[in-house]
């Protein structure tokens, strides 16, 4: 029904930046929420930052200053520019989609998610 692309992930050193990027193809009338989350190994999934489709936005304290989530409407596109990044922010990174579907009802759909790593 809906589908979550993600590009954008890679390697970087400390203190750099890269910025990602999920795009929703389908059948899609609205999407409500967009969120970036990440999961390094042996660690819960951890939400990183929301925003809604009138452009609130909400970050966890570990990225607030750092990371940007953006999004283009017309494009169904959300993004996520991550600057000054540790190794700590090593991870793999998802991106997940609240969505109301033609057709259907409204559903959370995730990206296949992208390795983000940070090292010298």
């Known amino acids: 029904q809906v589908q979550l692309v993600e590009s954008g992930g890679g390697l970087v050193q400390p203190g750099g930046s890269l910025r990602l990027s999920c795009a929703a193809s389908g059948s899609i009338f609205r999407i409500n929420v967009w969120g970036w989350y990440r999961q390094a190994p042996g660690k819960q999934r951890e939400l990183l930052a929301e925003i809604t489709m009138g452009g609130f936005t909400n970050y966890a304290d570990s990225v607030k200053g750092r990371f940007t989530i953006s999004r283009d409407n017309a494009k169904n596109t959300v993004y996520l520019q991550m600057n000054s990044l540790k190794p700590e922010d090593t991870a793999v990174y998802y991106c997940?989609?609240?969505?109301?579907?033609?057709?259907?009802?409204?559903?959370?759909?995730w990206g296949q998610g992208t390795q983000v790593t940070v090292s010298s």
């Open positions: 997940n989609a609240d969505v109301t579907a033609l057709g259907s009802g409204r559903s959370r759909y």
